[in-house]
């Protein structure tokens, strides 16, 4: 148990003066979040728990090792190759017992629905999930597909997050937690309203007749927009679908739930396995060009610290946002572009994915 104590900010005091409102809504699962039987004015806070995927590496093992340490929060790290997590998360520091590592590969939707059997199996409450696992495939020439026979980007980053979340609401909902979220990791790379987000190949769903026809480059087009296959539009695609369902998840239930859900662009991490299958000269110019020319660098460390932020601190609790940061490291609410913001698209996006993955 962790003890919350009386030198708080305001926006805290107003973070926990809503949590008893919260709380008084929600089913209780086994220890209440706000232990009232502390010592007189404290309050005790039980300690959280969050699911990470893809926390093997990059912004997700950073995201992990920053909530662990806290002691706030245990952290499931859930990763489609166990001894690898086991391996980073030891060698990041994270102490024993901080985390558990669970399998999960997205790349499967039988696979997700055993995560989710095996996390409800755990006992543990669902207070955070954190979707942020992601490939990027910028020099294929042809698609590979998942085990679904969806094209691999759209298929990972997309659609086997969307089922993981879509299951998981039933235990976000449980939760009594006092500040439920569902983050899902966006970028910048998919917003057409940035430089960033011009560079070519540009993301465009189109009107979806490939998402629609299940990316299966048999009967439809790998790509979501009909078009030919391309690797590096997939994975903007998928952050664009990322961004929507956020939007979508945020529309259908913030109101009646009280949920969180939010995305971010935690900066350009480029010195993360994202970029494991690109030329060896872009590995090797890439972070010095994003470092000293566009200055839109961030290490793991201080990316893993925002999104840590998205998921946990009591001031950053609003609904359907989209978190970056400025200069100084202080977060803002920004603009997502015209696509990325589309609540026609978010809704076909919702609707057309719920039936490839088998919930509608
Ligand atoms: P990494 O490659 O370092 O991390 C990606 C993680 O996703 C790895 O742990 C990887 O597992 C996991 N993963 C991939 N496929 C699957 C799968 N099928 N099932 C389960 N896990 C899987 O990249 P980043 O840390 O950079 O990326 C993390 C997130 O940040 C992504 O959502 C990305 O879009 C986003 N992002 C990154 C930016 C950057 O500049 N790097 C900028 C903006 C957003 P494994 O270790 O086994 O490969
Ligand atoms: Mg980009 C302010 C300018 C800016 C920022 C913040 C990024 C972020 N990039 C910027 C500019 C440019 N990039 C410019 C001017 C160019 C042309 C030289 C450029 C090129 C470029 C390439 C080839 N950038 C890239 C690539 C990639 O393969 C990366 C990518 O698109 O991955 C999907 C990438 C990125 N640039 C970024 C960020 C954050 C990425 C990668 C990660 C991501 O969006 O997930």
Not at 29 to 50: D, F, I, M, Y
């Given at each position: 148990?962790?003890?919350?104590c009386?030198?708080?900010?305001?926006?805290?005091?107003?973070?926990?003066?809503?949590?008893?409102?919260?709380?008084?809504?929600?089913?209780a699962?086994?220890?209440?979040?706000?232990n009232?039987?502390?010592?007189?004015?404290?309050?005790?806070?039980?300690?959280?728990?969050?699911?990470?995927?893809?926390?093997?590496?990059?912004?997700?093992?950073?995201?992990?090792?920053?909530?662990?340490?806290?002691?706030?929060?245990?952290?499931?790290?859930a990763?489609?190759d166990f001894?690898?997590?086991?391996?980073?998360?030891?060698?990041?520091g994270?102490a024993k017992?901080?985390?558990?590592?669970?399998?999960?590969?997205?790349a499967?939707?039988?696979?997700?629905?055993?995560?989710?059997?095996?996390?409800?199996?755990?006992?543990?409450?669902?207070?955070?999930?954190?979707?942020?696992?992601?490939?990027?495939?910028?020099?294929?020439?042809?698609?590979?597909?998942?085990?679904?026979?969806?094209?691999?980007?759209?298929?990972?980053?997309?659609?086997?997050?969307?089922?993981?979340?879509?299951?998981?609401?039933d235990?976000?909902q449980?939760?009594?937690y006092?500040?439920?979220?569902?983050i899902?990791?966006?970028?910048?790379?998919?917003?057409?309203?940035?430089?960033?987000?011009?560079v070519?190949?540009?993301?465009?769903?189109?009107?979806?007749?490939?998402?629609?026809?299940?990316?299966n480059?048999?009967?439809?087009?790998?790509?979501?927009?009909?078009?030919?296959?391309?690797?590096?539009?997939?994975?903007?695609?998928?952050?664009?679908?990322?961004?929507?369902?956020?939007?979508?998840?945020?529309?259908?239930?913030?109101?009646?739930?009280?949920?969180?859900?939010?995305?971010?662009?935690?900066?350009?991490?480029?010195?993360?396995?994202?970029?494991?299958?690109?030329?060896?000269?872009?590995?090797?110019?890439?972070?010095?060009?994003?470092?000293?020319?566009?200055?839109?660098?961030?290490?793991?460390?201080?990316?893993?610290?925002?999104?840590?932020q998205?998921?946990?601190?009591?001031?950053?609790?609003?609904?359907?946002?989209?978190?970056?940061?400025?200069k100084?490291?202080?977060?803002?609410?920004?603009?997502?572009?015209?696509?990325?913001?589309?609540?026609?698209?978010?809704?076909?996006?919702?609707?057309?994915?719920?039936?490839?993955?088998?919930?509608?």
């Amino acid at each position: 148990m962790l003890i919350v104590c009386e030198c708080f900010s305001t926006k805290q005091r107003e973070f926990n003066a809503r949590i008893g409102a919260v709380r008084a809504q929600t089913t209780a699962t086994a220890s209440p979040a706000v232990n009232r039987s502390a010592p007189e004015g404290k309050k005790t806070l039980r300690q959280g728990c969050v699911v990470v995927t893809g926390a093997s590496s990059g912004l997700g093992l950073a995201t992990a090792k920053a909530l662990a340490e806290t002691g706030k929060w245990h952290v499931i790290m859930a990763c489609r190759d166990f001894l690898k997590a086991e391996r980073a998360a030891k060698s990041a520091g994270m102490a024993k017992g901080s985390y558990t590592v669970m399998h999960l590969d997205l790349a499967s939707l039988d696979s997700v629905r055993q995560f989710v059997e095996s996390f409800r199996r755990s006992g543990r409450p669902l207070d955070v999930l954190v979707c942020n696992a992601a490939v990027y495939q910028p020099t294929a020439k042809e698609p590979t597909f998942t085990a679904d026979g969806f094209e691999l980007s759209v298929g990972t980053n997309h659609l086997g997050h969307f089922l993981l979340s879509r299951l998981l609401m039933d235990d976000l909902q449980k939760s009594d937690y006092p500040s439920k979220r569902l983050i899902i990791v966006g970028s910048i790379t998919g917003n057409t309203n940035t430089l960033a987000g011009n560079v070519p190949p540009k993301a465009n769903l189109g009107d979806m007749r490939g998402l629609a026809g299940g990316l299966n480059g048999l009967n439809s087009s790998a790509m979501i927009d009909g078009g030919d296959f391309d690797g590096a539009k997939a994975y903007k695609d998928s952050k664009v679908c990322n961004m929507l369902t956020m939007q979508e998840f945020h529309r259908r239930y913030h109101e009646e739930t009280g949920i969180t859900f939010a995305s971010l662009y935690p900066g350009c991490i480029a010195t993360t396995g994202l970029f494991r299958e690109h030329i060896p000269l872009f590995r090797l110019l890439f972070p010095p060009f994003q470092k000293y020319i566009t200055k839109g660098y961030v290490s793991e460390d201080e990316a893993g610290k925002r999104l840590a932020q998205v998921a946990a601190d009591p001031s950053l609790t609003k609904s359907g946002v989209y978190w970056s940061w400025n200069k100084d490291s202080a977060s803002f609410e920004n603009q997502l572009s015209q696509e990325a913001s589309d609540a026609d698209k978010a809704r076909k996006v919702w609707e057309v994915s719920e039936k490839l993955v088998g919930l509608a």
